[in-house]
């Protein structure tokens, strides 16, 4: 293999000390504040209502068998079995294909009264909804997650849209779950200083339990071995298959002798041996982004969509009230499955 040229970070290491038990793994040492926790929640949770649950509508014909209409409008059992599959374990063990099914039929009926009632989501609105979560993930890994859900950017957005016109028309019809631009302007003034963003950097590490193994690694770095194939043969963090990549992370996210590291190197340098309370990293980053501060046009219709969410949680038999009512006025039908 041609030798690379590689920029080593060197840093005084500590004298290694006696660990009760092993080291252990990102998950436990990249900890959020408790507040950031909270409003960061409010960001990302677009993707997990939208995309990685199940609270999204198929509308599109996937297989000629029809599980059920409403008000002549098909839904196809091979789409419901896609919604099921992308169920975690945990909720695949609670739910069934039929509760599933039953939920699409709630969610397509009130669309379908949005839709009458003229409902549109304004274009800007739903590009800022995307370009939040794309920035909040990364585009490289956010076009990851949609492949392995099985959609494009194209139905994302349309998903996304159909499930903003849902959450409008409710809000049009129930003083509940109203959102207004004054709600959301209160919100982001009494969070403006977590909902600003933290100068970042997009971090790759390895993880050891022993000094001799990360001295050993970083001679084969200083060798010319690849940064991500080590990691995936050597770290004993979960984000090993991913070539120890941990994404983008704020200096307050990780333990101190990390975030220090992190953030003294420049773009692909790489760290000496870092040790924490956790282990012995080797640390390397790809991307710097400067903090930026909170702009509420920026954010106003994802505060608003989770704000919605907040609302919709505390009034559910409310919603289930008014979902029953406006099932009894429609004509569904329901098809037992082949």
Do not use: C
């Not at 590689?6 to 005084?12: D, S, V």
């Not at 050993?216 to 194939?229: I, P, S």
């Not at 953030?263 to 640390?283: A, K, M, R, T």
């Not at 559910?316 to 029953?324: A, K, S, T, W």
């Amino acid at each position: 293999m041609a030798k690379k040229t590689l920029h080593i970070k060197k840093r005084t290491i500590k004298k290694k000390k006696a660990r009760a038990e092993k080291a252990k793994a990102e998950a436990d040492y990249i900890s959020f504040p408790v507040s950031r926790i909270i409003i960061l929640g409010f960001i990302v949770i677009v993707l997990i209502g939208v995309i990685f649950g199940s609270k999204y509508l198929l509308r599109k014909p996937g297989s000629s068998t029809i599980a059920a209409t409403v008000n002549g409008e098909s839904l196809y059992w091979a789409d419901i079995d896609a919604r099921y599959e992308r169920l975690t374990p945990e909720y695949q063990a609670v739910l069934t294909r039929e509760m599933i099914l039953n939920q699409t039929i709630d969610e397509l009926v009130i669309l379908q009264l949005a839709e009458q009632a003229g409902v549109e989501i304004p274009r800007e609105d739903l590009d800022s909804l995307i370009t939040r979560v794309v920035m909040q993930f990364g585009e490289e890994e956010f076009n990851r997650r949609l492949e392995d859900q099985g959609i494009d950017a194209v139905e994302f957005r349309k998903q996304l849209e159909d499930t903003l016109k849902i959450n409008e028309f409710l809000g049009q019809e129930l003083d509940e779950l109203r959102i207004t631009d004054e709600d959301a302007q209160e919100f982001f003034d009494d969070n403006k200083e977590l909902l600003s963003r933290p100068e970042t950097v997009h971090a790759y590490h390895i993880l050891f339990e022993t000094e001799e193994d990360a001295e050993a690694a970083l001679e084969r770095l200083e060798a010319g071995e690849d940064f991500e194939e080590l990691a995936r043969e050597l770290s004993i963090g979960p984000s090993a298959p991913n070539g120890g990549d941990i994404g983008y992370i704020s200096q307050e996210m990780v333990v101190p002798e990390f975030g220090d590291a992190a953030f003294e190197l420049e773009i692909e340098e790489i760290s000496d041996i870092v040790e924490s309370e956790y282990g012995f990293h080797i640390i390397k980053i790809t991307d710097r982004k400067p903090a930026e501060e909170a702009v509420f046009d920026d954010l106003k219709s994802l505060i608003k969509f989770n704000l919605f969410d907040t609302r919709f949680r505390e009034n559910q038999e409310l919603v289930r009230d008014y979902i029953n009512q406006a099932r009894a006025n429609a004509e569904i039908e329901v098809f037992e499955r082949n």
